[in-house]
């Protein structure tokens, strides 16, 4: 049987929906027999491969670097799955969206600092005007809440969708979980 | 012509079932175990029929009925689940979630929330409707309690516990339709407020984490609910 392909992409969250996905502990060698781990902030490759089976996206879409990589997983991923709060709601990462971008600009890099008070001109990606959710921008197939979602959740909704089930979301995780 | 304690029949999810003739829908079916869900509702405070979660079907009529502020009437036809019934009430959810500014995972009240419990129970797992992040405050001007209208669902519990039974009625709603929104007394600061008892009755009954105890943190706020009805049964028996 050929492995299933399993991506996991960070866009704008704090990690820590990937600190439970390794806090599956010793169930990820029971995953690794399925699936090989193709893409990932935790594996070397550089490049998101063309045909990925199983993408997990952590983090909302913040700036136009999340806007333009989300967009091009989703053109290569057949499942794709929000992970996370930030993904599903764009949770604490949309705080800022009741302020606008400039407030928001001004308060990190000028009012907030001593040393050299001036906005980024590179290297920083421009904030996009609102925080949005992943399914604001592109098809969600499978949206898995929770603050993280524990590992738990994260293992059994894997596990369906590996077996072609569809996970029963709600009896998993919630929102802020 | 029916009198307020006759007996009437009548059919909930094809259930035959009895009740008074001056009950509701969701009184009868809750004593018969049927479940119907509720944000609004609370026991012990008069129903409102704002939040229409508990909307039902009564055959016969293409309209849905607010299961909490429609009384029975003899041979009754409901229905209390349906595919329509289920998306109307996860619309409901969704759009409650997109309103204001619901953030789960930093709320005093989260895993002690309603709102939270109800989109479980739908099954809501993500929300379809843009969120609207309007620009709202903190009332933090009481000493011992907070308001975050950023968490408000505009259920009224917490108007109708302080007028009812409390019988300050220092909360109200000022605004009209999307501009609405709680106030203490004539939109004061509640800290400022001359008629509020502290008795911290609102905070309890407060579905969310809109109205919170200061110094608790993310998750911590567990709401006590058990006085109300204990309060109402005293009164009731004293008179």
């Known amino acids: 049987m050929t492995k299933l392909k399993l991506a996991t992409v960070w866009l704008d969250g704090c990690s820590g929906c990937h600190m439970s996905f390794l806090d599956i502990d010793e169930r990820l060698l029971e995953l690794v027999e399925k699936v090989d781990i193709v893409y990932s902030p935790l594996v070397d490759f550089k490049a998101f491969p063309d045909a990925v089976d199983i993408t997990l996206v952590e983090g909302a879409v913040s700036n136009q670097d999340d806007l333009e990589k989300i967009k091009k997983v989703r053109a290569h991923t057949r499942l794709l799955v929000a992970l996370g709060d930030c993904a599903v709601t764009a949770n604490v990462p949309s705080m800022r969206n009741p302020f606008g971008v400039d407030q928001v600009v001004k308060r990190a890099y000028e009012e907030n600092v001593t040393l050299q008070p001036q906005l980024p001109t590179q290297a920083v990606p421009p904030l996009l005007k609102r925080v949005r959710p992943v399914h604001d921008i592109v098809t969600v197939d499978v949206h898995l809440p929770g603050c993280p979602p524990s590992a738990d959740a994260i293992f059994a909704a894997l596990v369906a969708l590996v077996e072609g089930r569809t996970p029963d979301v709600a009896a998993l995780t919630r929102f802020g979980a | ?239």
């Open chain 2, 1 to 239: 012509m029916t009198t307020p304690s006759q007996v009437l029949t009548l059919k909930i999810d094809g259930q035959d079932v009895t009740g008074r003739a001056d009950e509701t829908i969701l009184q009868v079916a809750r004593e018969n175990g049927i479940h119907i869900p509720t944000l609004c509702f609370l026991d012990s405070l008069s129903p409102l029929g704002a939040c229409r979660l508990c909307l039902v079907e009564i055959k016969g009529s293409p309209r849905l009925f607010a299961a909490c502020v429609t009384y029975i009437a003899e041979g009754m036809e409901v229905l209390t689940k349906s595919d329509r019934l289920n998306k109307y009430r996860r619309m409901i959810v969704e759009l409650l979630f997109a309103e204001r500014n619901h953030i789960c995972s930093i709320c005093v009240a989260n895993g002690h929330c309603d709102l939270q419990d109800l989109a479980r129970e739908m099954g809501v797992t993500y929300v379809d409707f843009p969120y609207r992040y309007p620009r709202l405050g903190v009332d933090a001007s009481h000493e011992r309690f907070g308001l975050d209208h950023n968490r408000c669902v505009l259920c009224m519990r917490c108007v109708r516990v302080c007028g009812e039974v409390e019988g300050a009625h220092t909360w109200d709603v000022a605004g009209r339709g999307i501009e609405a929104h709680v106030s203490a007394d004539l939109d004061f600061p509640w800290g400022d407020s001359d008629t509020c008892t502290s008795c911290g009755k609102c905070v309890q009954v407060c579905p969310t984490g809109a109205l919170f105890k200061k110094g608790v943190a993310a998750a911590e706020m567990v709401k006590h609910r058990s006085f109300l009805v204990r309060l109402t049964a005293m009164r009731e028996e004293a008179e």
